[in-house]
């Protein structure tokens, strides 16, 4: 290892952060391939006392790396957490399985009791599920409360081996008259599909103590759905449950409506993006009017931009509800007498179909597919005459900057003009916001009407576009978005669950039949969001809504993968 790399290492492990029985390596960039090159955090390691949790995320360790931090782990007892998300990155598949095999046996000599264990975004797929096997069936698991696994392809063979760890876990545990009691469980996008879900699904309802579960995007379709929500109504406790993006259709909207009429303690429903059908639609409209006392959030129907003050329903676009769901909603609504807030059907409405017939399913998916495909060739169309060569007019005149005062265009100055916040929020640039210097977050209070959603959006978007690592520039960003935000949250005319609507729309993370165009780049807004997020004044009853989002799959933000993966990392400990 080269003198200046040891030097650069040894001022990141200067910055590292310890508090709360908690020593973190977090985000740091570290590449630990040799016993040589993690030296200095096993140094760390050892003469932390009383080290309760470690951050390891960010980095990348290697297999000789992972065999000696598991040394030195073997003397931490009273170790509870391990956030080991995104560790392996630049490692070979190969490489993974025996560094969790290495990192488990280090925790299992130690006599650790883990309450939290987080491997998410390490693509180690079903070998990697080898890796921490023994752990999960070791008494280090016994005390397990949340396990996190997204985005880990683990696949229809990772999680029956998944699956079968936990019930193996559940029997020696019960053995000893402490069983498991699992609260949280995180797969999204994991490929689990039916085998996979409906494996698991036995090990839900052998634990029976779950509260959250998030299996989005794991092409499960309604026998793995109904085998789910067979499992949930063993699992009385369940606070929150996060199916996106799988496809239910009748059979498995029917199934987990039935579910739901059990479930008392049921906040947050995200069935968004389910292909749930008419008679799903209907199944499970009827289980929210029979009663569900403590729900906060259902996203699974269209309905358009408003959120509802006490119940907010966020739009699930490709659930094709049909005309007789479309009613059902309706009449739910109308018996919270929310009936105003329900935004055009007319996608939805249509002929009911025969689902009963074999293969009906697969046409329905087929023609949901055909219909988006014909949107995405309109919206082309719509934008194609923006796109004309150098040599035609442009579709709409440019824009210019006009005098405050005279209404017409200002003097074109040989050095930059003054800045004012109008200046700014007509063309955004991180050198316009400095030269507004401290004053900045005064003014954008004082100029923006924060009782309007739709204006404080306009002012976050455009102060969050300019953000920048560089120092200044991020402070300035994140002082003003703190002043804004601070002041609109706390104002009692404030709509929140409307805010955060019309922000989805505005990156393109949510239709609308605003037709309105999103951003250009999410990375400011992201960044932006993570430090939002973590801030007292932010409301945490919209941290799931925007989780539901972000996991979505979306181009705009797989190009902006670091911001949306501190974003997800944030949400998912609030």
């Known amino acids: 290892m080269a003198s200046e790399d040891i030097a650069k290492l040894a001022e990141t492990l200067a910055k590292t952060q310890v508090a709360g029985g908690q020593l973190s390596f977090k985000g740091k960039g570290l590449k630990l391939n040799t016993a040589e090159d993690a030296k200095d955090v096993i140094k760390e390691i050892e003469e932390f006392d009383g080290l309760e949790a470690l951050r390891l995320e960010g980095n990348t360790v290697g297999v000789e790396a992972a065999r000696v931090i598991a040394k030195a782990l073997e003397k931490k007892s009273k170790l509870k957490r391990c956030h080991w998300s995104d560790m392996f990155t630049g490692r070979l598949r190969s490489e993974i399985p025996p560094a969790l095999i290495s990192l488990g046996e280090g925790l299992i000599t130690a006599g650790a009791q883990l309450v939290e264990l987080d491997l998410s975004d390490n693509a180690f797929g079903p070998d990697g599920v080898r890796g921490f096997e023994a752990l999960l069936k070791s008494p280090a698991c016994f005390t397990l409360q949340e396990l996190k696994l997204n985005n880990c392809g683990m696949g229809i063979g990772g999680g029956k081996i998944l699956a079968a760890a936990l019930t193996e876990c559940h029997r020696k545990s019960s053995a000893q008259g402490k069983p498991l009691t699992l609260k949280v469980f995180v797969a999204g996008r994991n490929r689990l599909e039916n085998d996979g879900a409906t494996a698991l699904a036995e ?4 634990i029976g103590t779950l509260e959250e579960v998030h299996m989005p995007q794991n092409g499960i379709n309604h026998p793995g759905v109904t085998a789910l929500a067979q499992a949930f109504a063993i699992n009385p406790l369940l606070r929150v449950i996060n199916l ?22 049921v906040e947050v429903i995200n069935f968004g993006d389910c292909l749930v059908r008419s008679k799903g639609a209907v199944a499970i409209a009827d289980a929210v009017r029979g009663g569900l006392p403590k729900l906060k959030v ?18 699930g676009p490709g659930n094709a509800l049909g005309e007789e769901g479309c009613e059902q909603l309706q009449e739910v609504l109308d018996s919270f007498n929310m009936a105003k807030v329900l935004a055009s059907l007319s996608d939805d409405e249509g002929e009911d179909e025969d689902e009963d017939e074999e293969g009906e399913d697969d046409e329905d998916e087929e023609d949901e597919e055909e219909e988006e495909e014909e949107e995405e060739e309109e919206e082309e169309e719509e934008e194609e005459p923006q796109q004309r060569g150098s040599g035609e007019e442009p579709a709409t005149p440019s824009r210019k900057i006009l005098d405050p005062n005279s209404g017409e265009p200002a003097p074109v100055l040989s050095s930059p003009p003054p800045t004012d916040l109008s200046t700014f929020l007509s063309f955004p640039s991180p050198e316009k916001l400095l030269r507004l210097g401290p004053k900045v977050s005064v003014l954008i209070v004082q100029q923006t009407d924060t009782s309007d959603p739709e204006k404080v959006v306009s002012a976050f978007l455009k102060v969050a576009s300019v953000f920048r690592d560089e120092a200044s520039v991020k402070t300035a960003v994140l002082d003003a978005i703190d002043a804004l935000m601070k ?50 004044y932010f409301p945490k009853t919209l941290a799931p809504l925007l989780l539901a989002f972000v996991t979505k799959p979306n181009g705009a933000l797989e190009s902006c993968s670091f911001a949306r993966h501190s974003l997800l990392q944030t949400l998912y400990s609030i």
């Open 298 to 315: 259902l996203a699974f129907p269209l309905l358009g931009d408003t959120a509802l003050p006490d119940l907010p329903f966020l739009p």
């Open 487 to 536: 002041k609109a949250f706390s104002s009692s005319s404030f709509n929140s669950n409307t805010f955060l609507t019309r922000l989805l729309i505005h990156m393109g993370l949510l239709k609308s039949e605003d037709k309105i165009k999103a951003i250009p780049s999410l990375h400011g807004p992201l960044m932006v969001l993570n430090h939002v997020v973590q801030q007292d």
């Open 244 to 265: 996106n993006d799988n496809t239910f259709t009748e059979k498995g909207g029917v199934a987990m409506a039935e579910t739901l009429k059990t479930l008392r303690q």
């Open 203 to 206: 090990a839900f309802g052998i």
